[in-house]
């Protein structure tokens, strides 16, 4: 009984601190709007790391500090009330509509895409992921799956674009693979907020551009880029595309922004897409630090936290 108790307590802290932290995320990510000119690369992480903020700190406290608390300063008196339930079981049906998003969603790409695959070739356009060459028509070309991504190519887009302009459409796919961007996918639609469809719009929107600037190593690659971007855009209009696939022009996002980024090719872009968020590092080793060296201390605040939120 006391380990259930315990369950149910940190499930609804879970759940409060979660949807606390997620309204401020709603709240505040259009901020980040002032953020837009550093690279894309770094944008489109920032962008990631705010959506999944709330889910990853939720996780951790609770973890870390709401259950041991729970566990080693909790006495044997029953003192929770019908609220905690309610909390634990609103936290257990959030949980449970992000794992059915998941599979619904898995469902509907994996029927989709065997589609697709159907009577596909190999096709050998110099990228690293395995690349395949589908009948023609949509998708145009795409990268699909999670844990072993795979490059979809139609015979239109074979035909269609310059042995060049496939070679570096491709990469753009391969690096959407390399920045795991389906996991990413996949993680986000784990956790439903309401109002997070904004930023989850942005966050796209910003690894296409990340991508379109990895994939390109030299002015020459960049109007080929652009050049693929037109043909296709032109040729399919941007449309739904299965949750956890990866288009080059399924984003809906202005491809003539795209074009012209790419045709003012610079390598600035090159070193920005290179940078590392590694001078967030000391802060994390202090906040560790700190936590550890006070950890009973936090103990005892965190359990009277959560008397106040039982009660």
Excluded at 144 to 159: D, I
């Amino acid at each position: 009984m006391f380990d259930i108790r315990g369950i149910l307590v940190s499930l609804g802290f879970f759940g409060v601190l979660y949807c606390l932290l997620s309204t401020l995320v709603v709240c505040a990510w259009r901020g980040t709007s002032l953020l837009r000119r550093m690279p894309a690369r770094d944008f489109a992480r920032l962008l990631f790391g705010l959506r999944i903020f709330p889910v990853v700190v939720s996780a951790l406290i609770t973890l870390v500090f709401a259950l041991p608390a729970f566990l080693l300063l909790e006495s044997g008196v029953v003192d929770e009330d019908l609220g905690t339930l309610v909390f634990s079981v609103c936290s257990l049906l959030l949980l449970a509509a992000g794992l059915f998003r998941v599979v619904t969603a898995q469902a509907r790409t994996a029927r989709v895409v065997a589609d697709w695959m159907e009577g596909a070739s190999v096709l050998d356009a110099g990228a690293i992921a395995p690349t395949f060459q589908a009948r023609p028509g949509i998708p145009l070309l795409l990268l699909f799956g999670v844990c072993r991504p795979k490059v979809l190519v139609s015979e239109t887009t074979v035909a269609l674009l310059s042995s060049d302009e496939l070679r570096v459409s491709v990469r753009h796919e391969v690096e959407h693979m390399r920045a795991r961007d389906n996991l990413k996918k996949l993680i986000v639609h784990c956790f439903p907020f309401p109002g997070m469809a904004g930023l989850e719009s942005a966050w796209q929107e910003a690894a296409e551009l990340a991508a379109d600037d990895a994939a390109v190593s030299s002015r020459r690659e960049a109007i080929d880029l652009a050049a693929a971007l037109v043909k296709l855009s032109a040729l399919a209009p941007v449309q739904g595309a299965p949750a956890f696939t990866t288009g080059l022009t399924d984003v809906s996002m202005s491809v003539q922004l795209r074009v012209e980024r790419l045709l003012a090719w610079s390598e600035n872009q090159i070193r920005g897409v290179r940078s590392r968020g590694w001078y967030l590092l000391p802060l994390i080793l202090a906040a560790v630090s700190y936590a550890a060296a006070n950890y009973g201390q936090a103990l005892s605040l965190t359990h009277r936290l959560t008397e106040w939120f039982v009660r």
